[in-house]
């Protein structure tokens, strides 16, 4: 029976465990210095392990072991077998995306006293999670506007019924909801210091986030494994699995 080694405290490895046990494996969440014996290592998609640190663990690991992990040109120094990142599958981005999608609306009914119904939301990027958030706030009868900077996100948005925002006009435009899945500065203190007090402000993107004034926005990144860790356990465990299947098929060539 291979086993598997979680090297993460995150509530979705937990889940993520159950559902691997339940397929067969011996799976466990170990310390970070006792991998000796795993044949499939799972590390966090954050991987804040420093260099020092993964040297040490991975120092007795055997190459056949499958890694997967965050910032896989990390544990490559250190691992000559196969090392997988899970930001290198598109099915795994996808699901994490409509999850974080699902969560800022959680957040959103938590943060307002308000139904979504006529008011005025603005998302700020148009990939994975800006598309899926714009959808739900449609659906829940929000008037969404997207700002995008490329011209055929922008054609994509507007077929899709959206309105296009310029950056210069967020401030004018009176939005009751604003969400940022850039993750870069886009919006300057000039901007937000001009922004309805009521508006609810969320930085759904990862550092630096998309607000220069970093104090306006509720902070809300990383939100599957803090707010759905089952779901978010659930895609780590497909993605695994899609992969271990693959692997399986090639050597049984």
Same mark, same amino acid.
């Given at each position: 029976m291979e086993k598997i080694c979680i090297v993460s405290r995150d509530k979705r490895f937990a889940y993520a465990r159950e559902l691997f *046990? #339940? =397929?067969?494996?011996? =799976?466990?969440i170990c310390e970070p210095f006792s991998l000796k014996d795993g044949d499939i290592i799972l590390f966090s998609p954050k #991987?804040?392990?420093?260099? !020092? /640190?993964l040297r040490k663990m991975l120092s007795d690991v055997d190459h056949e072991a499958i890694i997967f992990t965050g910032? +896989?040109?990390?544990? /490559?120094? !250190? !691992?000559?077998? *196969?090392?997988?990142?899970?930001?290198?599958?598109?099915?795994? @981005?996808?699901? $994490?995306?409509?999850? &974080?999608?699902?969560c800022a609306i959680k957040? &959103?009914? /938590? $943060? &307002?006293?308000?139904? @979504?119904?006529?008011?005025?939301a603005l998302v700020l990027g148009y990939?994975? *999670?800006? +598309?899926?958030?714009? %959808?739900?706030?449609k659906c829940l009868c929000a008037d969404v506007f997207v700002y995008a900077r490329r011209e055929e996100s922008q054609k994509e948005a507007s077929l899709n019924g959206f309105g296009i925002c310029e950056l210069s006009e967020i401030d004018k435009l009176d939005f009751d909801l604003i969400y940022n899945t850039v993750p870069f500065k886009i919006v300057k203190r000039e901007i937000t210091?001009?922004?309805?007090s009521s508006a609810l402000i969320m930085e759904l993107a990862s550092d630096p986030g998309g607000f220069y004034d970093e104090n306006i926005a509720l902070k809300s990144a990383a939100l599957p494994g803090k707010l759905m860790p089952q779901s978010a356990g659930k895609a780590i465990f497909d993605y695994v699995? %899609? *992969?271990? %299947? !693959?692997? +399986?098929? /090639? #050597? $049984? @060539?």
């Open positions: *046990i #339940n =397929c067969g494996y011996e =799976c466990e #991987n804040d392990f420093t260099d !020092h /640190e910032k +896989k040109e990390k544990v /490559e120094k !250190h !691992h000559a077998g *196969i090392v997988l990142d899970y930001s290198d599958s598109e099915s795994f @981005l996808l699901d $994490n995306a409509y999850i &974080t999608a699902q957040l &959103t009914f /938590e $943060n &307002t006293d308000f139904s @979504l119904h006529g008011k005025r990939r994975r *999670i800006g +598309k899926y958030l714009s %959808s739900m706030l210091d001009k922004l309805r699995i %899609s *992969i271990l %299947s !693959h692997l +399986k098929g /090639e #050597n $049984n @060539l």
